[in-house]
């Protein structure tokens, strides 16, 4: 595998369902990003981890959990979301270096989530 | 405040034809520049960015970039547009003590045979 891949690629799920989402980089970055991605909206930046630890919370409500075990794993463990939850969801990696200069964001295809 | 304002929100073109999007950005360091492409159902792939150096910047599939400090802007070109190139196109700004990008609202591309 190479690159940013996320599974599953496809989720519907009840609005009492719980699931996760997976993103795995395979680049060596020590950052990693959640994004949100909805019909005719901008991409939204959900949260934000370097170096496992997060340092961005976009004010995500709580029915969205982030967790980074490792620097090459990401999930988005989900609960009681609503309808308007259903959108794309990206993960996105990046090398962050001294000073926190931006560098260049890989994106994974993104999983598909459809909240019935 | 930070902002990327990508103004055309839909474009047409004919196949073969030149193509520029725009991209104005205001951002109060010294910006870091992206373009990126996303095809229906897909994630966002890298099409070109500029970080310093010539202003003019060349991407992948043909693309090209060109940033204007003095105008605040970072449009795309690309001189002959094929069908495959249908896609939506989002511009990206970062730089500074931060490794978040902020994104515009895209730019969806249709191609006419």
């Known amino acids: 595998e190479t690159g940013v891949t996320q599974t599953p690629r496809h989720l519907v799920m009840g609005m009492t369902n719980k699931k996760s989402l997976k993103c795995e980089q395979h680049l060596g970055h020590n950052a990693m990003y959640w994004y949100k991605q909805s019909a005719k909206k901008p991409l939204e930046l959900m949260f934000v981890y370097n170096f496992k630890e997060q340092t961005e919370n976009n004010s995500v409500p709580s029915r969205f959990s982030p967790e980074c075990p490792n620097s090459s794993h990401l999930f988005l463990h989900l609960h009681t979301l609503q309808p308007e939850d259903s959108a794309l969801y990206l993960c996105a990696s990046s090398q962050v270096h001294r000073g926190g200069r931006t560098d260049t964001q890989y994106f994974g295809p993104g999983t598909r989530l459809t909240v019935l | 405040a930070q902002s990327v304002t990508q103004p055309d929100i839909h474009i047409t073109v004919s196949e073969g034809a030149s193509l520029e999007l725009r991209c104005n950005y205001s951002?109060?360091?010294?910006?870091?520049l992206f373009w990126y492409v996303q095809s229906p159902g897909q994630g966002l792939q890298l099409l070109l960015k500029?970080?310093?150096?010539?202003?003019l910047v060349q991407g992948i599939k043909g693309f090209e970039a060109e940033f204007k400090r003095s105008q605040s802007s970072f449009n795309l070109r690309k001189p002959s547009v094929h069908w495959s190139d249908a896609a939506e196109y989002f511009c990206?700004?970062?730089?500074?003590?931060?490794?978040?990008?902020?994104f515009g609202t895209g730019t969806l591309l249709a191609v006419q045979p």
């Open positions: 951002y109060g360091a010294t910006p870091y």
């Open positions: 500029y970080f310093s150096g010539d202003t």
């Open positions: 990206a700004v970062g730089g500074g003590a931060t490794n978040k990008l902020i």
